[in-house]
């Protein structure tokens, strides 16, 4: 596994489809109008799209019960139709130029800017791969993974501890739901039962009155509480505090390598002595973004982004 550099190109598109990045920018805007966690949708669709396979567009294909996009662990993900509307719009402008794989880039760095986070370029120059399978998706990250399991996962995409922790922080907008709440606040001990002595007991009779138990598990509730709509570094002030929603998340802040991320962004000196939480996502970002990329003579420019050509 390799992230590589070389391989993509910031301005890719610069003279085969200069106005790719406007594009992409209005589609994604638009929907932001109806939907308004948008803009973490379209961040999740990336990484789980970079998570299998590399970040070729995998999880668009949609070719029956076997497709990627069926696997348990991308339940919940969407976006999907925003994506196939820039498509669109670009096959319009600039027929089979522009790959899937980096419009769902494009895409998140778009949803980033909307919450108010910070702008980057994209290195661009993805195609588009040629499998889809439900199976290939089983070693997708998991909420209720141990931190050790969480950093394997992360090592074997050539993803370090810190960007474990960074990446983590995109849950700084969105929304999760009680779904995924169960076992962290009901049965969370191999006796099954109990809720995760990590969350702050401040917090718990708030996430057990959104997701009672036996309750609706399609209710949804802000992974970072306080501040779900602005992309910020409150998320892992939430998870140093026992503020947590997600499991996942609160193992973080138990092991000493992750912990040790989460704490230097918070400096007793003051922030004149803490290192940029955006600018170190945007790194750690835009390295996810080159797992195990396709370019040159590999894979294919899709027509529509959910079917091979």
């Known amino acids: 596994m390799v992230c590589s550099d070389g391989q993509l190109q910031v301005g890719f598109y610069s003279n085969t489809c200069p106005q790719v990045d406007s594009i992409v920018r209005d589609v994604v805007r638009e929907a932001a109008l109806s939907d308004t966690n948008m803009a973490a949708v379209l961040l999740r669709l990336h990484f789980h ?24 662990g991308h339940q919940g993900v969407r976006g999907f139709d925003v994506i196939e509307k820039a498509k669109a719009q670009l096959e319009g402008s600039c027929p089979g130029v ?14 980033i800017v909307l919450a108010n986070g910070p702008t980057y370029e994209v290195p661009t120059g993805r195609r588009d791969g040629l499998v889809s399978n439900v199976s290939l998706a089983d070693d997708m990250p998991d909420v209720s ?13 050539g993803l370090t501890v810190k960007d474990l922790v960074l990446l983590s922080g995109a849950h700084t907008i969105g929304t999760t739901a ?23 007991p401040n917090f718990l009779p708030q996430l057990q009155a959104t997701c009672p138990q036996n309750g609706d598990v399609n209710v949804r509730l802000a992974i970072d509480e306080g501040s779900e709509q602005s992309f910020d570094v409150h998320i892992l002030k939430n998870i140093r505090e026992g503020f947590a929603v997600l499991e996942s998340d609160a193992r973080l802040n138990d092991d000493i390598a992750t912990k040790n991320v989460l704490d230097s962004y918070f400096s007793p ?10 600018a170190d996502f945007v790194d750690s970002f835009v390295r996810m973004g080159q797992i195990d990329v396709k370019t040159g003579f590999l894979g294919e420019i899709r027509t529509v982004c959910s079917q091979f050509n």
């Open 178 to 200: 009680c779904f995924f709440m169960t076992r962290r606040l009901y049965n969370f001990f191999p006796s099954g039962e109990g809720s995760d002595p990590s969350i702050s």
């Open 98 to 111: 522009v790959s899937c794989a980096d419009i769902v880039a494009l895409a998140a760095r778009e949803a």
């Open 49 to 72: 799209d970079c998570f299998v396979e590399g970040c070729d567009g995998s999880i668009l294909i949609d070719n029956g019960p076997e497709s990627e996009r069926n696997a348990f």
């Open 145 to 157: 993974d141990s931190i050790e399991l969480l950093k394997t996962k992360f090592l074997n995409k």
């Open 269 to 278: 000196f003051g922030q004149t002595f803490e290192p940029s939480f955006e």
